[in-house]
C-alpha cells in the first residue's frame, strides 16, 4: 500500500512539473519562440541538450553562442547585460512571468542564476541537463512566486 501511495505522490509530482513549464520567446516583438523552461526530459527544454531549444547548435536556442539568442552582444540575447529586449517566461495565459536575462533590471533569482550560467557558459551549454540537476534543481523556484504582469499577444 505504502508504495502505492509513493508512486501515486511521484506520478503527481511529475504530473505538476509537466504542467508548470513556461514558454520562452524572444525577439523585438518577442516573435520568436525559444522553447520551454521546463525539466530536461521535455522535448523542446532549454535543459535538453538533445532538443531544438536546448542543443548549442541550435538557431533559436539560448546556448548557441553564435545565435542571435546566445550571443552576449545581442540586444535579444538574455546574456547581455544591457539587452533592451532580453527573452521572457510566459505562462499558460500568455502573460510575461519574467524576463530571463542577466540584466540589473532582472529579478534578484533570476538574475543571480543567469550571472551563475554567464560565468560557466561553455560548460553549461554542453551539457545543460546536469547543470539543471546539479543548480537548478527545483526550477519553479526561480519563476513560481514571480509576480504575474504583462499580458502579450497570443501565441
Known amino acids: 500500500m505504502r508504495r502505492i501511495v509513493a508512486l501515486g505522490v511521484v506520478l503527481l509530482f511529475a504530473c505538476s512539473l509537466f504542467a508548470q513549464s513556461y514558454r520562452i520567446y524572444g525577439g523585438k516583438d518577442y516573435e520568436d519562440y525559444l522553447g520551454k ?70 529579478e534578484p533569482k533570476m538574475r543571480e542564476l543567469m550571472k551563475s550560467i554567464l560565468e560557466q557558459f561553455d560548460e553549461v551549454a554542453d551539457d545543460p541537463e546536469q547543470f539543471f540537476k546539479e543548480v537548478v534543481k527545483d526550477h519553479h523556484q526561480y519563476v513560481r512566486q514571480l509576480p504575474q504582469s504583462i499580458y502579450i499577444h497570443d501565441k
Open 37 to 106: 523552461w521546463a525539466i530536461p526530459y521535455d522535448s523542446e527544454s532549454i535543459w535538453n541538450r538533445h532538443s531544438t531549444y536546448g542543443s548549442k547548435y541550435g538557431g533559436k536556442s539560448i546556448w548557441n553562442k553564435y545565435g542571435p539568442y546566445g550571443n552576449p552582444y545581442n540586444p535579444y540575447s538574455p546574456w547581455n547585460s544591457y539587452s533592451s529586449n532580453p527573452p521572457v517566461l510566459v505562462d499558460k495565459d500568455n502573460r510575461i512571468v519574467c524576463y530571463l536575462t542577466c540584466a540589473i533590471t532582472a
